[in-house]
């Protein structure tokens, strides 16, 4: 039965590097977003179908491969604090990730996915440049300005981002420190 506790270890370990591994480039991406806006709507895009694809099913792994620990291994979460402690803040953070992040991402998106003032000089609507894409600004309208909705929600999706970070790396720890 030793043999299924090391496998539910490696499955455990490999589960959350394939899952959260790629969480790291998450503030990367939004920061070359914000120096670039006409792609900011990408970026958004890029980093949900990665979150929805990738970090969701992974964790929902992570989870069933912990239970296989914790049953194999012969943990009990009454005895060892750590292990009780850890699913309360995996819970926590995954809670955290599907009532307020996700939401929160949405709505950058679909602010994000109307489409841009055009210009105002023109003399005729037909003279109007066509559309690249959604939110791409018609060529001369010059950058628009991200609304105050849009930058409240952004600087909301960073505390939420510093946030999941800190209560992954708080369970790390505990995996690892195994303190009490």
Known sequence: MEWLGTLFLYLHISAVIIAFGPTIAFPFIASHAAKEPMHGNFALRLSAWINEKVVEPGAVFVFLTGVGLILTRGYNPLVSLWVVLAIVLFIITFAYANLVQLPTIKKM????????????????????????????????????????????????????????????????????????
């Open 109 to 180: 998106i679909a602010l994000t996915s109307q489409p841009s003032t055009i210009d105002v000089d023109a003399a005729e609507p037909s003279e109007q440049p066509a559309m690249a894409g959604p939110g791409t600004p018609a060529a001369g309208a010059g950058p628009a300005s991200p609304p105050p909705e849009f930058l409240a929600l952004s600087a909301k999706a960073a505390r939420g981002g510093q946030f999941m970070t800190v209560m992954l790396f708080a369970i790390l720890g505990l995996m690892v420190v195994k303190p009490f």
